[in-house]
């Protein structure tokens, strides 16, 4: 099975910095493709949305929430996804969620993957 394991939440305060991280590991990883990978979050009360996205090929994409303040990063070696997030504010509060999409074993199939997530909350 593949398990991605995030780590790097907690409290701070408005206009302060939070790194977020999220390792991949399980059956045949390293060694699986590993294609998009991401970041969502959820807030209290609201629906998920997708925050940061980074493509196989390092193509970035992010929500118009968080652009200019939050940076997306992988690091294919350590089968790891990054989100440092810079200058937080209180809507920024929210449990986050790292994603990948993943080939299977052979190469012929892929599938998606969830962290089970972390919190963030932001205090004014």
């Known amino acids: 099975q593949v398990q991605l394991v995030e780590s790097g939440g907690g409290l701070v305060q408005a206009g302060e910095s939070l790194t977020l991280s999220c390792k991949i590991t399980?059956?045949?990883?390293?060694?699986?493709?590993?294609?998009?990978m991401g970041w969502d979050r959820q807030a209290p009360g609201k629906q998920r949305e997708l925050v940061a996205h980074?493509?196989?090929?390092?193509?970035?994409s992010y929500a118009d929430s968080v652009k200019g303040r939050f940076t997306v990063s992988r690091d294919n070696a350590k089968n790891t996804v990054i989100l440092q997030m810079n200058s937080l504010k209180r809507e920024d509060t929210a449990v986050y969620y790292c994603?990948?999409?993943?080939?299977?074993?052979?190469?012929?199939?892929?599938?998606?993957?969830w962290g089970q997530g972390t919190q963030v909350t932001v205090s004014s």
């Open positions: 994603y990948a999409n993943i080939d299977d074993e052979y190469g012929v199939d892929y599938s998606d993957y």
């Open positions: 399980g059956r045949g990883i390293p060694g699986r493709g590993i294609n998009a």
């Open positions: 980074i493509s196989g090929g390092g193509r970035k």
